[in-house]
């Protein structure tokens, strides 16, 4: 049974620029959160989507979007990058809620 | 407030003895307490995980207890191997759409 898949593994991009990160749930799990994990913090929730619908959003600016998918995968999508949003990008997936489980994250690097 | 604060922030334990990690939260409404393990450069890994109607849950060596009158719960881990070696991290819900996480508690086993 697979776990939680992220897509890339690792990105570097420049100031301003946009990216987008994919996940993939586990199986039968219709919840995803995402999560940006600082260097020593832990993880910092920013979005939460049930059934498509997002159900809960963290203190992150506007810069931040996401969006769930028919078959339950999703995209977090982050434009005009800032330095500051260098960090490890986690997505968790649930049946509902909790009980969360995460993937592998992709190491955003901004220069 | 949203916080949920752990404690401490670094623990040095001999192996074979135990090793106590404890958090507090705000949210008098929340029921649900995963903690998580993260290891370095991985992703964190449910470990336990406890709702509100119970008191203690246990698995093999790890344990959780909940304290709801003093908005407390911990994570006991006994007979500590150096397997155990990580950061973890508690966390609860805020509402039912969000997760919060702790700053994380960096364990170290002592040969």
């Known amino acids: 049974d697979a776990g939680v898949t992220q897509s890339p593994t690792h990105l570097i991009k420049t100031r301003g620029q946009q990216v987008t990160l994919r996940c993939s749930p586990i199986s039968g799990h219709k919840s995803v959160s995402w999560y940006q994990q600082v260097l020593g913090q832990g993880p910092q929730f920013i979005f939460q989507y049930y059934e498509k619908e997002e159900r809960g959003r963290g203190n992150f600016p506007d810069r931040f979007s996401a969006r769930q998918f028919p078959n339950y995968s999703s995209e977090l999508n982050v434009n005009a990058l800032l330095l500051g949003d260098s960090a490890l990008y986690l997505c968790?997936?649930?049946?509902?809620?909790?009980?969360?489980?995460f993937g592998p994250g992709t190491r955003l690097t901004v220069t | 407030g949203e916080n949920v604060e752990q404690h401490p922030s670094t623990l040095s334990v001999q192996e074979g003895d135990s090793a106590v990690i404890k958090c507090t939260y705000s949210d008098s409404a929340s029921n649900y307490f995963p903690w998580y393990k993260q290891e370095l450069g991985k992703r964190p890994q449910l470990i336990i995980d406890i709702r509100s109607n119970v008191g203690e849950k246990k698995d093999q060596r790890i344990a959780v207890t909940l304290n709801k009158t003093a908005k407390h719960f911990s994570l006991h881990i006994t007979e500590t191997q150096p397997e155990d070696s990580a950061v973890y991290f508690c966390?609860?819900?805020?509402?039912?759409?969000?997760?919060?996480f702790g700053k994380g508690t960096r364990l170290h086993i002592l040969p």
């Open positions: 966390a609860g819900p805020l509402g039912d759409d969000k997760i919060i």
């Open positions: 968790a997936s649930s049946e509902t809620f909790y009980e969360q489980y």
